[in-house]
């Protein structure tokens, strides 16, 4: 999946106070664009070396660290020549050669956008403060006090025999299914919330829930946290218009086309189309 990038080692720890060395990486993005250095037929992610024009007073955040290597997010937009940059569509993370540059881009575009929607207090409306010794945003007036959000969400491979469950989602392109899926709600447990996603989705009842593993999805700012279920194909289909367009029953020799094993639901699908997937 995305997330598993070893040799390559992604450490999260906030690091208060870190002034940007000339090796740190720089992360800019521009709407859903992020800003890469071209290297031939591959995109590097810049460093301040690569940006001169990058100084003390350059307003940045420090996110994480890739190899030891602290990255910032810069909120300025840096002079950028175009023979050496580029701005990348931020879903290029499917397709990058470099998984560590995916999961560094997407990761920082979850906090870039957390950032963004918490410059001013959603309590009393004052302008935010960074909290100096941990990754938070806190108000100076009333005190409030806001971390990074994390949308708990169940993905869920429901089988039958050697058949799968797949649907497809009102904004897939034409053809292109995947697994139930939705966000967790008030006062629900994961496991209630697969029962009762898939009985809005596709009118199934499931038994045999089993946890299978959780990936972070930064692009929803999500925690995806799959299941496996059973359920018996004799009951009707009956989907929801409002998010499913379409939705059957498919054997592991007639598969769709359905997401790439980067995401926890391409790599579940994935398994049970070689037979792995218990």
């Not at 990074?148 to 292109?176: E, H, M, Q, Y």
Request: proline share 5%; glycine share 6%.
């Amino acid at each position: 999946m995305i997330q598993d990038i070893y040799p390559n080692r992604f450490d999260n720890h906030y690091l208060p106070g870190q002034p940007i060395g000339e090796k740190d990486i720089i992360l800019y993005y521009n709407d859903n664009t992020l800003l890469l250095k071209t290297d031939g037929d591959e995109c590097e992610l810049p460093r301040k070396r690569d940006l001169p024009e990058l100084s003390g007073n350059t307003e940045a955040t420090f996110l994480f660290t890739l190899n030891d290597v602290s990255c910032f997010l810069v909120w300025n937009r840096p002079v950028a020549e175009q023979s050496s940059f580029t701005y990348k569509e931020i879903s290029f993370f499917r397709t990058a050669s470099k998984k560590e540059v995916a999961w560094v881009s997407i990761v920082g575009y979850h906090l870039h956008n957390w950032y963004a929607e918490h410059r001013f207090c959603g309590k009393c409306g004052a302008k935010m403060e960074h909290k100096p010794d941990e990754r938070a945003m806190m108000c100076p007036e009333c005190h409030a006090l806001f971390f990074p959000k994390i949308s708990p969400a169940i993905i869920v491979a429901i089988t039958c025999g050697d058949k799968i469950l797949l649907a497809r989602n009102n904004n897939f392109r034409a053809g292109w299914h995947s697994l139930v899926a939705g966000y967790a709600d008030v006062g629900e447990t994961l496991e209630e919330t697969v029962i009762r996603e898939v009985k809005e989705e596709v009118g199934l009842d499931v038994k045999n829930i089993r946890y299978y593993k959780s990936q972070p999805w930064p692009l929803s700012g999500s925690l995806m946290v799959g299941f496996t279920a059973e359920a018996d194909d004799r009951q009707p289909i009956t989907i929801d218009h409002n998010e499913i367009a379409s939705a059957g029953w498919f054997t592991r020799d007639n598969l769709p086309d359905h997401p790439s094993g980067v995401s926890i639901g391409g790599e579940m699908i994935d398994k049970f189309e070689k037979g792995e997937l218990h």
